[in-house]
């Protein structure tokens, strides 16, 4: 059984930074971050393989988010800079534990265990 915790959410204002971490408990391979706004479907954010050197993002946060992973920890961390307001959203963790570790898992269907979210709001 794995379990995920995110923490790290919060208010900030735009232009500033976050950084989302969540807890892993239990074997994973690769873990994604989603995220989801008000009246909006989840989203895939970014996700880290299993030995935390092979990452991607999706476009609209590449170049502000960066994803790093220590095995050492059980933790994935999310810094994120540059926020805007559209970055608000609540923010998961999720992991894969079925091994898909050669493909780019964006789609929700492709985790099987989450988080309970964190949120994060950025004021403009």
């Known amino acids: 059984q794995v379990h995920l915790v995110e923490s790290g959410g919060g208010l900030v204002q735009a232009g500033g930074s976050l950084r989302l971490s969540c807890a892993i408990s239990g074997p994973t391979f690769t873990i994604g971050w989603f995220r989801q706004g008000p009246n909006m479907d989840r989203e895939f954010v970014a996700a880290i393989d299993r030995s935390g050197e092979r990452d991607y993002y999706t476009d609209s946060v590449r170049d502000r988010f960066i994803l790093s992973r220590d095995n050492t920890k059980n933790t994935v961390h999310l810094q994120m800079h540059w926020l805007r307001p559209e970055d608000t959203a609540i923010y998961y963790c999720?992991?894969?534990?079925?091994?898909?570790?050669?493909?780019?898992?964006?789609?929700?269907?492709?985790?099987?265990?989450w988080g309970q979210g964190t949120q994060v709001t950025v004021s403009s």
């Open positions: 999720a992991a894969d534990t079925r091994d898909y570790e050669g493909a780019f898992l964006v789609r929700p269907n492709d985790y099987n265990f």
